[in-house]
């Protein structure tokens, strides 16, 4: 397997733009997270979804970010309208649930810069 | 909601020197993980270590579950080790301290 695929890698924007991370699990893994890290706050759980459904979203900062998983292969974070604030490195993890695939692997992030 | 600590948060040491980064964590967990965040920002796999004690080179990793700790031994330390190490303790979702910032000098 490739590992947990994000794009883009880096993305920079003006405020106001909506902005889409992806994400793609790796094959088998059916809990899939969204991370954010920031100097500041470190490394912070957004949401989290198991078997594609949304289980935690306690994270997710403010109305303007949502997050789906359409289906087991395929995540998105969309940021509308963004703002200089929410720039950050962007994570996307997988793990599956079964005894020998629970181990945790991070895609390489996606670096936000809103200008 | 569980609490990661680590420490120290920042470490500098001269090239070939061992080292030990300790995670504490404030309730029972499924899983514990070690990650390495490198200068390039990735998050590198170290160990997926429950419990028990595992070695991978100069790199070793034990954790005592019942006590609520686990601990990172790296010996022999070269500049490639430097950056962030990150404990991270699971129930369902994957929680994560805030790191120990590593400086290996040459």
């Known amino acids: 397997d490739a590992g947990v695929i994000q794009s883009p890698r880096h993305e920079v924007t003006e405020m106001g733009q909506e902005v889409t991370l992806r994400c793609k699990p790796i094959?088998?893994?059916?809990?899939l997270f969204w991370y954010r890290q920031t100097m500041m706050r470190g490394l912070e759980l957004l949401i989290y979804?198991?078997?594609?459904?949304?289980?935690?979203d306690s994270g997710m900062p403010e109305d303007r970010f949502s997050a789906k998983m359409p289906n087991a292969s395929f995540s998105t974070l969309k940021i509308q309208p963004s703002e200089p604030r929410d720039s950050a490195v962007y994570f996307c993890?997988?793990?599956?649930?079964?005894?020998?695939?629970?181990?945790?692997?991070f895609g390489q992030g996606t670096r936000l810069t809103v200008v | 909601g569980i609490q990661v600590e680590q420490s120290p948060p920042d470490l500098i040491l001269q090239e070939g020197a061992n080292s030990t980064l300790r995670c504490n964590f404030s309730d029972s967990v499924n899983n514990l993980q070690w990650f390495h965040q490198n200068p390039w920002g990735q998050l590198i796999n170290l160990f997926y270590i429950p419990s028990g004690t595992k070695q991978n080179g100069r790199l070793s990793a034990t954790t005592v579950a019942t006590e609520r700790y686990s601990l990172l031994y790296i010996s022999s330390s070269q500049t490639t080790d430097s950056g962030v190490y990150f404990c991270a303790v699971r129930d369902d979702k994957i929680i994560f301290g805030k790191g120990t910032r590593l400086h290996i000098l040459p």
């Open positions: 094959s088998g893994h059916d809990y």
């Open positions: 993890a997988s793990r599956g649930s079964r005894a020998g695939n629970s181990e945790a692997f």
């Open positions: 979804f198991n078997n594609n459904v949304p289980i935690d």
